[in-house]
């Protein structure tokens, strides 16, 4: 069964810190892996995506991901956090018709 | 319009009463999923529309879920005799194709009392 696991649930970091968050996937087939985050009170928006080729994907406001097939890993970095990067960050796979999401990570960047 | 629209944003139900979300996809796009967003959880997929034909239904959690869209564009999800385990924010998507391109609603907070 398809499945996505992210292993931290709440990360505080302090502005200009450098960020890491896990996500390990279990899938049989093809794998599109995704980072979505969620400000809060608002939407879903997607951070990046993975579909292949080029396993470093860089996605929107300086978040990369690394999709490292032998650890079945998708982990998000970023060099340096800032406070507007608050928020909840979920990653997540599709497969058919659907999307399997991660639990979340809470992040707050302390000013 | 420019997004996903939904609402209501908040909806407190009494245990028992029946509740309809709305969701007004991107004009054009063909795909509609819901989703249903527990306190702590990631979204875990209800159901999804290729225009007004329902294809998956396999995420509804029992029989008091149901869901439609009889034109193609605006879907309604139906809830009767809420229960309090209903209690979640309610995501809806859409996205030209079957693909993952989608664009989230803000969801529908729905708290069952």
């Known amino acids: 069964a398809q499945s996505v696991s992210q292993h931290n649930h709440h990360v505080i970091l302090s502005e200009a810190a450098s960020l890491e968050l896990g996500c390990n996937y279990s899938?049989?087939?093809?794998?599109?892996l995704f980072w979505y985050v969620q400000y809060p009170g608002q939407h879903l928006q997607l951070l990046l995506k993975y579909f292949s080729g080029d396993p470093l994907v860089k996605g929107i406001k300086g978040f990369e991901a690394e999709f490292i097939k032998s650890k079945f890993s998708f982990n998000l970095r970023k060099p340096s956090v800032q406070w507007s990067d608050t928020a909840e960050y979920f990653c997540?796979?599709?497969?058919?018709?659907?999307?399997?999401f991660g639990t979340g990570t809470s992040l707050t960047v302390i000013p | 319009g420019a997004g996903v629209s939904q609402s209501p944003r908040y909806k407190v139900a009494k245990r028992g009463q029946d509740v309809a979300l709305r969701c007004d996809p991107i004009s054009g796009h063909v795909s509609l999923f819901w989703y249903q967003q527990a306190l702590g959880q990631g979204p875990e997929f209800l159901t999804y529309?290729?225009?007004?034909?329902?294809?998956?239904k396999s995420g509804l959690p029992s029989d008091r879920f149901f869901a439609e869209r009889p034109e193609g564009s605006v879907s309604t999800l139906k809830i009767q005799r809420t229960q309090q385990e209903d209690s979640a924010v309610y995501l809806c998507?859409?996205?030209?194709?079957?693909?993952?391109?989608?664009?989230f609603g803000s969801g529908t907070r729905l708290t069952v009392v």
């Open positions: 997540a796979g599709h497969t058919g018709n659907q999307f399997y």
């Open positions: 998507a859409s996205s030209l194709g079957a693909g993952p391109g989608y664009t």
């Open positions: 899938y049989g087939g093809t794998v599109n």
């Open positions: 529309f290729q225009n007004e034909a329902q294809l998956d």
